[in-house]
């Protein structure tokens, strides 16, 4: 649809309570079970307050629910760059709202607070497309009320892709699914329901998973942190594994499916993830257990020809050398942080947007779905 193109009710500020559950206004067409989910879909990051954008804390999380209001764009970048919002969509989303800032209050700086933001992850494709789109709304003579209605149709769309994506993935699971997840793709990491976290929930609305584990992901402990806080606030039973006990795990019998979100897919299929999702993939062919990525279109880089050509963020060795601001490791000792690794797509048994499904993906069936190069 044309987002330019918008009514006034959608661009009211949202409700600051992190249980407020914003309706899309257009969303693909729906299946009951997938209409369910939303007794499983509670949590909302990043509000936008008409002058201000709230960003839940994530840092602070489990033990602590606090919110950062962000006031210009570059408040906004650095918020991005020190993970108070994390998870390629929400960076996006928030990325967004950064440029309406900057709108609103330096509206002659808005290439220079485009750059900065730009600037602030360079791995999670969603930021550059979500800021391209802005760009190309301002190129059309935008101005910033145009511009929150870009930015809160984004947040719109992505809320309704995963909802749409959730149905989809579910359906790939079979009956009495054991599934294991890596770092966080819930609500706290998208607009709402999450991507591989939407699966999830939509799979146990439906009565599909048995059984959900939930990796710890070092360093940063997303998954222990704020998937099993996600999960547990939702009703959903989890059990927190050691990110190194995932191919005993696999082993035993327990996981049937493996599902991840993704921060940059290529045009072969090739998939960018948190740390530590190459190692999953491997296992999991391994022993023979299916491996599933989910993620919006949006996240799928068809100008990238494969995962070589992707970068990879390599954060400050300070978080491997120190956990919770206590230094762990003796001075003098040296870290490499890489924060993603890049699945092969022939270790991927299923690539999930809300275009459709992926099924072995390779060059030929990604660009049967999404095209040529952008």
């Not at 440029?99 to 999670?124: F, G, I, M, S």
């Not at 359906?171 to 591989?196: I, K, P, R, Y």
């Not at 996981?255 to 960018?272: E, L, S």
Request: net charge negative; proline share 4%; glycine share 8%.
């Amino acid at each position: 649809m044309d987002t330019l193109v918008l009514c006034a009710a959608r661009c009211r500020p949202i409700s600051t309570s992190i249980h407020a559950a914003t309706q899309p206004t257009s969303r693909p067409r729906m299946t009951t079970a997938a209409a369910m989910t939303s007794s499983h879909d509670s949590i909302r990051a990043v509000l936008w307050q008409g002058d201000a954008l709230r960003l839940l804390d994530q840092r602070r999380l489990p033990h602590e629910e606090s919110y950062v209001d962000c006031n210009t764009a570059g408040e906004v970048a650095t918020a991005i760059h020190d993970l108070v919002v994390r998870g390629a969509p929400a960076i996006g989303i928030a990325a967004a709202w950064g440029v309406v800032l900057a709108a609103q209050r330096e509206p002659k700086r808005l290439d220079a607070a485009l750059a900065l933001l730009r600037a602030a992850r360079p791995t999670a494709v969603n930021l550059m497309w979500a800021l391209d789109r802005m760009r190309h709304a301002i190129a059309g003579g935008a101005d910033a009320e145009t511009l929150a209605c870009e930015a809160q149709a984004i947040q719109d769309e992505d809320l309704a892709a995963n909802r749409h994506m959730g149905e989809l993935g579910a359906a790939l699971l079979g009956h009495d699914a054991g599934v294991l997840t890596h770092c966080n793709t819930g609500s706290l990491a998208t607009a709402g329901f999450g991507t591989a976290l939407g699966v999830i929930r939509a799979g146990v609305d439906a009565g599909r998973i048995a059984r959900v584990f939930a990796g710890e992901t070092r360093p940063w402990l997303q998954g222990a942190r704020l998937t099993m806080w996600e999960l547990l606030r939702d009703g959903i039973p989890a059990t927190l594994v050691a990110d190194s006990a995932a191919a005993h795990l696999m082993k035993s019998g327990q996981v049937q499916w493996v599902v991840v979100g993704a921060d940059r897919i290529a045009a072969n299929g090739d998939t960018a993830n948190k740390i530590g999702t190459y190692q999953l993939a491997i296992s999991a062919r391994h022993h023979g257990v299916k491996f599933m990525v989910v993620a919006p279109s949006s996240t799928v880089d068809m100008a990238t020809p494969g995962g070589a050509e992707i970068e990879i963020e390599l954060r400050s060795p300070d978080e491997l050398l120190s956990f919770a601001g206590q230094r762990t490791v003796i001075d003098g000792a040296a870290a490499w942080n890489p924060v993603f690794d890049v699945t092969p797509a022939e270790l991927i048994d299923a690539i999930v947007t809300e275009r459709g499904v992926v099924l072995q993906p390779d060059a030929a069936r990604m660009a049967d779905v999404f095209g040529s190069a952008r």
